[in-house]
């Protein structure tokens, strides 16, 4: 939630030698943490809305992204048949990522938290140098957080799904960030929250 770095290991000089890695992109002095902060926990490094924009910009609002009633309606499907992981042990969150356009299934990612799954996608993202992701709509599969929503501000992501709720403080970043919000996701029926000019016929 902080930002998008890079990460590039180092060879080994002897066998017996730890592995190391660089990493490149982070502004130390730019970022006043002011507690402990895990992947799950994004505002509380942050003042207010306002500082997070400092970092990522709100989304143009006139972006030309749409997404059609019949796209999102096939949303679910597409992530449950893919969440090997939940279908196994019923136990698992699951991320998804898909072309706002099409429909069509980018990646998907599950984890026992909801913020590491949102994290493994657009980490498979940064490593295939798709970011931005402009074009694209993320699901998730349990509730929409506050952080949830920064981290795919962060991917410059436009259009956020959630099969459950979003958080109150999601639906007032999503807004001050240009970002659609969208809960309750069903095939046929969804509430949105924010921006809902994205969504098409």
Not at 19 to 26: F, L, P, Q, R, Y
Not at 103 to 109: A, D, I, N, T, W
Request: charged residues 20%.
């Amino acid at each position: 939630a902080e930002g998008l770095i890079s990460v590039e290991a180092l060879p080994l000089v002897r066998q017996e030698e730890p592995n190391a890695v660089n990493v490149a992109g982070v502004d130390a002095g730019a970022v006043r943490r002011r507690s402990v902060m895990a992947t799950s926990c994004g505002l509380c490094g942050k003042g207010s809305i306002e500082e997070i924009h400092r970092f990522f910009p709100p989304l143009p609002s006139e972006d030309g992204v749409l997404v059609s009633r019949a796209v999102l309606a096939g949303l679910t499907s597409g992530l449950e048949a893919a969440q090997s992981g939940f279908a196994r042990t019923g136990g698992a969150h699951g991320a998804g990522l898909f072309d706002a356009g099409s429909g069509e299934m980018v990646v998907v990612r599950e984890d026992v938290g909801r913020h590491n799954a949102v994290d493994k996608v657009i980490g498979h993202a940064l490593l295939r140098r798709m970011l931005p992701l402009s074009r694209h709509v993320l699901l998730v599969s349990g509730r929409v957080s506050f952080e949830i929503v920064q981290k795919a501000l962060g991917a410059r992501i436009p259009v956020i799904a959630s099969v459950s709720a979003p958080s109150s403080l999601a639906v007032e970043f999503a807004e001050a960030s240009g970002q659609t919000l969208i809960g309750f996701l069903r095939p046929g029926r969804w509430n949105v929250y924010a921006c809902p000019e994205r969504i098409g016929p």
